[in-house]
């Protein structure tokens, strides 16, 4: 079975430029999560989808990120202008189902590493 | 500020000797995993405990979820250096999805 694939697996670019990266889950995973890693830090999650509806981006900082799942498969994540604070590891993840209480499986895919300049 | 407290934050041991790192936070969880990352890789899931005082083993390694739902631990017996990496705990507490603390780095010396 194919893991979750991320695209690219390192990005470096200058403050105020753009950026994106894409990601394809595991098919049939139905959950798509995008976190974000900073070094020495734990994965912050940025936007979860439960197919193609959005079903949590509180911690999404939305003035200059954004991300989209269309079709319920492949997903974007946008950063607008970017920022130094915004180098950091990009990481997608894809769970089959959420099930309140019980815990899911999060598969990860390798991660984008963003270096803002 | 850290919803989940791990420590310690660095552990660097010998081959062979025994570890425990911990995870705590002041929330109750409904459920808690442990994952395990390696440089350039996106964390892989250990184990997910859900009942208080619940205990799960795998292999060398020993789970417990605290009586309280609050706390976790990670026992690991006689180390080796393929257990090297940053360990993870991420609680769930409805209605939000998990979240992650900051990580044990742990470093297994041949």
């Known amino acids: 079975e194919a893991g979750v694939a991320q695209s690219p697996r390192y990005k470096i670019i200058e403050k105020r430029q753009s950026v994106a990266f894409w990601c394809n889950p595991i098919s049939g995973h139905a959950t798509l999560y995008w976190y974000q890693q900073i070094l020495g830090q734990g994965p912050k999650l940025l936007i979860q989808?439960?197919?193609?509806?959005?079903?949590?981006d509180s911690q999404l900082p939305k003035d200059r990120f954004s991300a989209e799942r269309l079709k319920g498969v492949d997903s974007t994540l946008k950063i607008q202008p970017a920022k130094l604070e915004d180098s950091a590891v990009y990481l997608c993840?894809?769970?089959?189902?959420?099930?309140?209480?019980?815990?899911?499986?999060?598969?990860f895919g390798p991660g984008t590493r963003l270096t803002v300049l | 500020t850290q919803l989940l407290e791990q420590s310690p934050q660095f552990l660097s041991i010998q081959e062979g000797e025994n570890l425990t790192v911990y995870c705590n936070s002041s929330s109750v969880f409904s459920s808690l995993q442990w994952y395990r990352q390696e440089p350039g890789e996106g964390p892989v899931l250990l184990v997910t405990?859900?009942?208080?005082?619940e205990v799960k083993k795998l292999k060398r390694l020993t789970f417990q979820f605290g009586d309280a739902r609050k706390d976790s631990s990670l026992h690991i017996t006689a180390a080796q250096p393929g257990d090297t990496g940053l360990y993870l705990c991420?609680?769930?507490?409805?209605?939000?999805?998990?979240?992650f603390g900051a990580g044990t780095r742990l470093t297994v010396k041949p």
């Open positions: 405990v859900v009942t208080g005082g």
């Open positions: 993840a894809s769970s089959f189902l959420r099930l309140a209480g019980g815990g899911h499986e999060q598969f």
């Open positions: 991420a609680g769930e507490s409805l209605p939000r999805d998990m979240r």
């Open positions: 989808f439960q197919n193609n509806g959005v079903v949590d």
